[in-house]
């Protein structure tokens, strides 16, 4: 059943340091109309906790977010990226290639890709986000941690309303111009886009390719077993998460919305801060919808609400969660040295992920074979 008390309000917050960083860069280093993609980053959040009942989180694909920002390409290749891939996930899923793909991985590589993203996570949050803003930045990711660490667990006391508290605070004093805010406050709907040929193929070959690896291993395989730990009653589906992936692309290019994915950091943010339900994601796509409806004109100001010190934080205990779940295997030698092998390339080469996943399966079998 889907709540909404203090835990989902404070479970919303736990995927906010890997997601709305990416959303900003996208909005700003590529031009994007900041109301649409919030309105249906916040449409998508919505839809994904009515449909699972569980904090099943939403974000921007991450691999083609680093791409656009990086290289500043159009808005445009992005959307028919977006159609493009969400058209190729429907295929694995409808054919039950997807099914295949993720029975012939063994637990010990999904727990690696879930040490590696951890290890990622952990790196972005205190080399980029916790350094920056100087002093007062680690003054206030030092007052933070120390929050999450006392109240980590804490039903009576959620720890990220306090957390998110404390960065309002700081933003007030310290980042944004109320006036600026309320003067900027208006109504805005998503634009309508058609994906050209063009930016469908070009989006395929130079955005989507990178990107299906990262979310087999991330946004299929990883956050079906994430889900698994976390909700063992819930007998989650490769083929569920499949369509409802292929169903956010295929439909977002045509509002101008970004390419969207499901993330096992994700799940395991808005669970470290409490979540237990839908009710987390409902809130927290709530707070897009709002700021994309009202607040879109503003929105280089009203995002300053959200400090990067304070969101490393928060994804800081992200990533430590992801890295906790390489407990279930550290009874076999042979499954932990794999884990941490396949983590090592996950985070160290391009496209680590997929080269990972591939070699980790690999090696489980050639090992198997030794054995028999």
């Known amino acids: ?35 649409s993609v919030m309105i249906m980053f916040g449409l998508m ?3 994904t906790g009515l449909i699972y009942g569980i904090p099943m989180s939403v974000q921007p694909l991450k691999a083609m ?33 997807l099914e295949w793909i993720v029975k012939v991985i063994p637990e010990c590589v999904i727990r690696g890709i ?60 310290f980042k944004i111009n109320i006036f600026k805010i309320n003067e900027g406050i208006g109504f805005a709907l998503p634009t309508w886009n058609v994906p050209q040929k063009d930016d469908i193929v070009q989006g395929f ?34 083929r569920k998460i499949g369509f409802t992936y292929s169903l956010m692309n295929v439909v977002n290019p045509f509002f101008s919305g970004l390419p969207a994915c499901h993330g096992s950091g994700g ?31 503003v929105f280089d100001e009203i995002v300053k609400v959200f400090p990067l010190p304070v969101l490393g934080i928060i994804l800081l205990f992200e990533s430590l969660t992801l890295m906790s779940f390489i407990r279930s295997i550290m009874h076999s030698k042979s499954d932990l040295l794999i884990a941490l092998l396949v983590a090592m390339i996950a985070v160290g080469l391009p496209h680590g992920y997929v080269i990972g996943l591939v070699l980790g399966t690999f090696a489980v079998m050639l090992f198997r074979r030794q054995l028999l």
């Not at 059943?1 to 590529?30: Q, V, Y």
């Not at 290749?77 to 290639?97: D, F, P, S, V, W």
């Not at 930045?137 to 030092?142: C, E, K, P, T, V």
């Open 267 to 297: 799940i395991a943010g808005h669970y470290t801060f409490g979540a237990r339900t839908g009710g987390s994601v409902i809130i927290y796509g709530g707070l897009c919808l709002v700021i994309g409806l009202f607040f879109s004109t």
């Open 45 to 47: 959040q919505i839809m």
């Open 65 to 97: 977010a680093v791409m656009m920002i990086a290289q500043k390409l159009e808005g445009t290749l992005l959307y028919g990226a977006g159609l493009a891939i969400g058209a190729t996930m429907l295929l694995l899923t409808i054919t039950g290639l």
């Open 114 to 173: 879930q040490f590696g993203l951890g290890v990622s996570l952990a790196g972005l949050a205190l080399k980029d986000y916790v350094q920056s803003d100087g002093y007062y930045g680690y003054m206030i990711a030092f007052i933070a941690f120390a929050i999450g660490l006392f109240l980590l667990g804490n039903r009576k006391y959620p720890p990220a309303l306090f957390i998110m508290s404390l960065a309002v605070i700081y933003a007030i004093i």
């Open 1 to 35: 059943m889907i709540r909404f008390d203090k835990n989902e309000l404070s479970g919303s917050f736990g995927d906010i340091g890997t997601s709305f960083p990416l959303i900003i860069g996208l909005i700003l280093a590529c031009k994007l109309d900041a109301a």
């Open 205 to 238: 070959i130079m955005l989507a390719i990178p990107q299906i690896a990262l979310s087999l291993s991330n946004s299929v395989v990883a956050t079906r077993q994430t889900v698994a730990d976390l909700f063992p009653e819930k007998k989650l589906t490769v």
